[in-house]
């Protein structure tokens, strides 16, 4: 094997793992070669769970950690743990990751206002609004 073809090998990938516990998790992975056999370094594992929201007959997507009580992000697991592996290039999946990742640690739901979530205005004027839009009605 050349340099070329171990960087390659070495190199980090989104992927979804079906383990022979019959988890499915998806993670960044980075293979690596131990003495004689290969290990997965998971890097902030996770589930996705499709969920019905009733009142909208809609899907979501719910993200939760794959291990809840732990604080790492690293995780290696060997080979014999993996049923099957699929590198991933879905945009949307990826992206709705990183989000998860974004988001995990803050502590509120709170957004900060900047001027590109539209118009803002003061109580008085949005109850002005209210009023004259709920007297047209």
């Not at 050349?2 to 190199?11: A, G, P």
């Not at 003495?35 to 009733?54: A, H, N, S, Y």
């Not at 009142?55 to 014999?80: Q, S």
Request: hydrophobic content about 40%; overall charge negative; proline content about 2%.
């Amino acid at each position: 094997m050349d340099k070329n073809e171990k960087k390659e090998k070495d190199e980090e990938f989104f992927a979804v793992l079906k383990l022979v516990s019959g988890e499915e998790i998806f993670a960044n992975v980075q293979p690596c070669e131990e003495e004689d056999k290969t290990i997965l370094i998971l890097d902030t594992p996770v589930i996705f769970e499709t969920v019905m929201i009733r009142n909208m007959g809609m899907g979501a997507i719910k993200v939760m950690p794959w291990m809840n009580i732990v604080k790492d992000n690293l995780f290696v697991m060997d080979m014999d743990k993996v049923m099957t592996m699929s590198e991933i290039h879905d945009e949307d999946i990826i992206r709705i990751y990183n989000r998860y990742l974004q988001d995990k640690d803050r502590e509120t739901n709170e957004s900060k206002i900047n001027k590109d979530m539209g118009f803002l205005s003061s109580i008085s004027d949005a109850r002005v609004f209210l009023e004259k839009l709920y007297k047209s009605s």
